[in-house]
């Protein structure tokens, strides 16, 4: 293990990923600080170069996380049979009491398991409660160049909770509930924007490949000045936006309601839109709304274990990349996806464009999954040079063991990469041409820390946040019948279930 960042090393006799054959083959690689210079057969090791050898293992590029949440990590496990409202009614609980330590633990938590998992790069939507904060933003992009990973790391904003931003939820509550979360209001936009422009005129990890972006988290859990806002610091700094759009039916149906017009239509109205922006979830969109997603060379970051686990629906994969919209795939966080593994994200995103037809020539291909889970994300997350094991590209490989038992036999590569590997063969994760991972042990985290660090943390935490969990228990009833409630209107359900017939209708 003596590569580093630094240097010339040469990867010998492993067998690489290719979606154009059936059977990867092997081929040495030679990478200079940190970018793959040359590839081939029998390649000569420079002088001094590091020589790996990768016989009998299976390399492909890192698989990039198009969508995630750093903040979910101290989270697992803590609910089941979460909606989307559920979720976020959960939040103060979930995400409360946390100080400095903890927003970086909790980043740690997930970037640890990302790359061993076989992930190099996320795109992290990051929850501070009530405004986010440039400490905490640098505790966040701490924890990625601690383990070694890119990232974009984007604070997850709005200027309305989910209370204000659903109408007649707080009349359905007694009044001392509404009381309650009437004190769970958040900061006026002048002030949150004010924040996010200085995380951004101070962010200083960009040379890392750990960039800033800005999430409005859910287009009307945020006012329309407040979106501009979001989008007029996004150009002035460079920046991305990313936000969650027809994740769940209650907010189609209240974008409806609210803007006489679809999501997408709304914040394409505003300007949000372009080759810098990446829709997340995506399963309440009509065709027109995913054709504006591609005429504007945007991404949209499909979460299909997370679909699943909040009973949001399913993306319509076919119908999104029939019509030439930019795909990436995330896991989404830990608090409603349970992990955070790639592999069972490429795995679910295929079977989930299964289930919707009995009509294989309306499926995601293996290779078209795949592609989406590197290139496409690669693209989601604004890097030209990740997503690919090629000459120019940056050298984030991940090496797989084909001893293990997903790969016996070994016949079809990118058939088993999707649906057979569970990230049980990794055995070493490389990031721009060094080991973070190796040998399946952390090489810049002591994992026996972290694990220790976030009991102490989990105990402290349960007893700062009783009173927020209390708080959920309360609401729970209410978000409970009400929501579902909310989402049994039919709003213009035949424009695009036209292909997903079983989309809880
Ligand atoms: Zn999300």
Redesign the pocket.
């Known amino acids: 293990m003596a590569t580093q960042k630094q240097g010339v090393s040469l990867i010998r006799g492993g067998r690489l990923t290719d979606t154009a054959m059936r059977r990867a083959a092997p081929t040495d690689i030679l990478i200079k600080d940190g970018v793959i210079v040359e590839m081939g057969l029998g390649l000569a090791a420079p002088e001094g170069a590091a020589v790996v050898n990768a016989e009998g293992l299976l390399l492909h590029p890192g698989l990039i996380n198009a969508?995630?949440?750093g903040h979910g990590g101290l989270g697992r496990g803590q609910g089941d049979n979460f909606t989307l409202e559920l979720l976020l009614a959960a939040a103060p609980w979930l995400g409360g009491g946390r100080n400095l330590a903890d927003k970086k633990l909790t980043t740690l938590i997930c970037a640890a398991e990302m790359v061993s998992k076989g992930c190099t790069a996320a795109y992290d939507?990051y929850y501070e409660f009530p405004i986010p904060s440039r400490d905490g933003m640098d505790a966040v992009a701490e924890a990625y160049s601690e383990v070694g990973m890119r990232a974009v790391v984007a604070p997850m904003v709005a200027d309305r909770t989910m209370y204000e931003a659903i109408p007649g939820l707080v009349d359905s509550m007694p009044a001392p509930l509404q009381a309650e979360v009437a004190k769970l209001r958040l900061r006026p936009p002048e002030e949150t924007l004010g924040a996010i422009g200085e995380i951004l005129h101070h962010w200083r990890w960009a040379g890392q490949d750990i960039r800033a972006a800005v999430a409005p988290t859910i287009p009307h859990h945020c006012s329309d000045g407040f979106l501009c806002g979001c989008r007029d610091l996004a150009k002035k700094h460079g920046v991305a936006l990313h936000s969650?759009v027809g994740?769940s039916k209650v907010q189609a149906v209240v974008g409806m309601r609210q803007y006489g017009k679809t999501l997408v239509q709304h914040i394409d109205a505003l300007g949000l839109i372009d080759e810098h922006f990446t829709a997340?979830?995506g399963i309440w969109l009509d065709d027109d709304d995913l054709r504006i997603i591609r005429d504007r060379g945007a991404s949209l970051a499909h979460?299909p274990g997370?679909n699943m686990r909040l009973g949001n629906g399913m993306f319509r994969l076919r119908r999104a990349l029939d019509l030439g919209v930019n795909i990436g795939i995330g896991t989404?966080?830990v608090n409603?996806s349970d992990n955070i593994n790639m592999y069972e994200a490429m795995r679910y995103a295929s079977m989930l464009s299964k289930v919707q037809t009995p009509d294989p020539s309306r499926w995601a291909s293996v290779e078209e999954v795949y592609n989406a889970a590197t290139v496409g994300s690669a693209r989601a997350l604004g890097f030209k040079d990740i997503g690919a094991i090629a000459p120019g590209m940056k050298a984030d490989i991940v090496f797989l063991d084909l001893t293990a038992v997903s790969w016996i036999p070994h016949n079809w590569t990118v058939n088993q990469l999707v649906h057979a590997e569970d990230s049980c063969g990794v055995r070493h994760t490389m990031i721009g041409g060094e080991f973070v991972y190796y040998d399946r042990r952390h090489t810049r985290l002591d994992i026996a820390k972290l694990a220790r660090d976030a009991e102490e943390a989990r105990e402290r935490l349960e007893r700062l946040s009783a009173g927020m969990h209390d708080l959920y228990e309360r609401l729970r009833p209410i978000i409970e019948s009400f929501c579902p409630g909310l989402a049994m209107e039919p709003y213009h359900l035949n424009r695009y279930m036209c292909d997903a017939p079983n989309n809880g209708i």
């Open positions: 969508h995630t949440h939507l969650h994740e997340a979830h979460n997370s989404d966080g409603c």
